[in-house]
């Protein structure tokens, strides 16, 4: 697409973003995060230049390259993929902003390990897998608060900003609101917690009406 495409998407996403924020409070803020995992670094300059700053990716390997590649454009990147152990240090080499799937006590733990060998400091979102699906990575929601504070108190180098969720795989609306709420309950018990990163092309309107403040668009950006 050209800019000028990208340019009436986003118009059309941030209209939506604002009138679904509007209808919680004028002060509820949503950050849009645009996941450029089927992207490229030209795709993700070009949304740069209609003043977009934070992207998304999945893998490693291609966050690696982007970041390299767009190494003179002063962007957030954020790391919402799946994170296996032996990648950490390549993550950890990029610095992203914030690391969004942290998904189990051994891969902090392990995070944990690497940060203190790098005399790093890593802010992170917590995973919740709230409708229980097996498919999908995250503590469950009945784990969810206690891990959250075993990991602030026993990983010292990871900040905990808040949590991250995907919202149910269901064609049901109720049932996507479920694990929204699920999700956003949890966060509301958490201490010193302020990132609720919920909610997709298919459903963020919804999850902002149920207090996400961040929110993860791929497809409805990049049209893919
Ligand atoms: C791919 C992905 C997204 C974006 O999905 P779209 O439906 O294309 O907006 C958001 N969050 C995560 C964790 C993803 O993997």
Redesign the pocket.
């Known amino acids: 697409m050209t800019q000028t495409e990208y340019k009436i998407y986003i118009d059309d996403v941030i209209r939506r973003v604002e009138s679904a924020r509007l209808n919680v409070s004028a002060h509820h803020i949503v950050k849009i995060v645009a996941?450029s995992?089927y992207s490229t670094s030209e795709d993700i300059a070009k949304l740069y230049e209609i003043g977009q700053r934070a992207f998304?990716e999945?893998k490693v390997q291609d966050l690696k390259a982007k970041a390299i590649a767009l190494d003179e454009l002063p962007l957030e990147w954020h790391y919402?993929?799946n994170l296996q152990k032996n990648k950490i240090n390549n993550l950890l080499d990029i610095n992203p902003t914030l690391f969004q799937a942290l998904d189990s006590l051994s891969l902090a733990e392990e995070l944990q390990k690497k940060l203190v060998a790098k005399d790093m400091q890593l802010d992170c979102l917590m995973q919740v897998n709230s409708a229980k699906e097996a498919s999908k990575h995250g503590f469950y929601p009945d784990d969810a608060v206690e891990a959250y504070k075993k990991i602030q108190q026993e990983c010292p180098n990871i900040n905990l900003k808040g949590l991250m969720s995907?919202g149910a795989h269901s064609d049901n609306k109720e049932i996507i609101k479920k694990s929204f709420d699920t999700t956003y309950e949890i966060y509301k018990k958490l201490p010193n917690a302020t990132i609720c990163s919920m909610g997709?092309?298919?459903d963020f309107e919804l999850a902002i009406e149920c207090g996400s403040n961040m929110i993860?668009?791929?497809?409805?950006i990049f049209n893919k």
């Open positions: 996941v995992k998304g999945n919402i993929g995907i997709m092309s298919g993860r668009l791929g497809s409805l």
